[in-house]
């Protein structure tokens, strides 16, 4: 964890992302949009164009992997490039040091991420987190709030040779946000509640969240393939990338053991059925994962070991899940 300070980048001590014994977010200040046409739709307007854009991403980190899902889904490879970052997060924070997996930045040459919110604000002060939408053009970071990236992603490019495929339809916005809302609160962020207090009361009200949302979600699964309607939409993409990595690092790192998603058999074939997804599969990297958790957390596993297991049978094709992301 870090931020910009005064310019500078300096590494955040847990204690500052602590409140009353549970993790505190910072919001994004990255807030603009991608429109077709440009419309007013936030702070600033951005135009949808080919190679317009550049996203700036980390495999590990479920936030970033909620978007390269959406930019797989909707065929947008040609249309807006990528770097990923490193899995392990140092003194420098997230870097593009050389490593499997790892693809360089081609676009600002930089060696840091920090450098990025550099150069879009050379006075800003701002945890510098992934993912980071880069406007090539304008030279600055359009988005660092990935649940807004994600519906630019949906629709923006639709006319530049997109995929077709409305992830987040209006006739089902309501019950998306309203699943979005509390999954957000007790599941994708429970686990980093649990994980990051530094109070026994708070991570017994964090994992309790967790595991009655888990609970919640195995019987609200009887007879459905997806959580709303008969499609997959942004709602089910956003509850993946915490699935994904529970048994892997949120089980044991975390300390959300009371029980292992394997253990839930609705749950478990929904992330298997969605981990198969031709779309979905190639975004999914173990090796990030478990090295970024496990190496990136010293004060949870000071000797930075990375347990081998646990081995979970998600029906990939072999190596399927380790398969690298390339610059466009």
Request: aromatic share 12%; with cysteine; charged share 25%.
């Amino acid at each position: 964890m870090g931020e910009l300070i005064d310019g500078q980048w300096r590494r955040t001590d847990l204690e500052t992302v602590i409140s009353n014994g549970t993790v505190r977010r910072q919001p994004s200040i990255f807030r603009h949009w991608i429109t077709p046409k440009g419309a007013a739709a936030g702070t600033h307007d951005f135009v949808a164009e080919p190679g317009r854009y550049h996203l700036y991403i980390s495999l590990a980190c479920p936030w970033a992997h909620r978007v390269l899902i959406m930019r797989s889904l909707k065929g947008l490879e040609r249309l807006v490039g990528v770097s990923v970052v490193h899995w392990l997060m140092g003194e420098d924070g997230w870097t593009f040091d050389d490593g499997p997996g790892v693809v360089p930045d081609i676009v600002n040459g930089a060696r840091r991420l920090y450098e990025i919110y550099q150069q879009a604000d050379p006075h800003c002060t701002s945890r510098v987190t992934v993912p980071v939408l880069w406007d090539k053009l304008e030279r600055t970071i359009v988005s660092n709030e990935s649940s807004e990236i994600i519906r630019m992603f949906n629709s923006a490019f639709d006319d530049l040779g997109a995929l077709p495929g409305d992830y987040y339809p209006v006739e089902f916005r309501e019950p998306i946000d309203a699943l979005n809302e509390r999954i957000y609160a007790n599941l994708n962020n429970g686990v980093y509640r649990a994980g990051f207090a530094v109070r026994q009361d708070v991570y017994d009200s964090a994992v309790q969240s967790v595991f009655d949302t888990l609970d919640w979600l195995e019987a609200y699964l009887d007879g459905r393939k997806y959580l709303v309607g008969e499609k997959l939409t942004e709602a089910d993409i956003r509850l993946f990338v915490t699935l994904i990595r529970f048994d892997a690092v949120y089980y044991g790192h975390f300390k959300c053991s009371r029980r292992a998603l394997r253990e839930y058999p609705r749950l478990w074939r929904y992330t298997r059925r969605l981990a198969r997804h031709s779309k979905i599969r190639g975004t999914i990297n173990f090796t990030h994962i478990k090295g970024h958790y496990y190496g990136s957390h010293p004060w949870l596993n000071p000797n930075g070991i990375i347990p081998t297991g646990p081995e979970l049978d998600l029906g990939l094709p072999d190596r399927a899940h380790r398969k690298d992301i390339r610059c466009t």
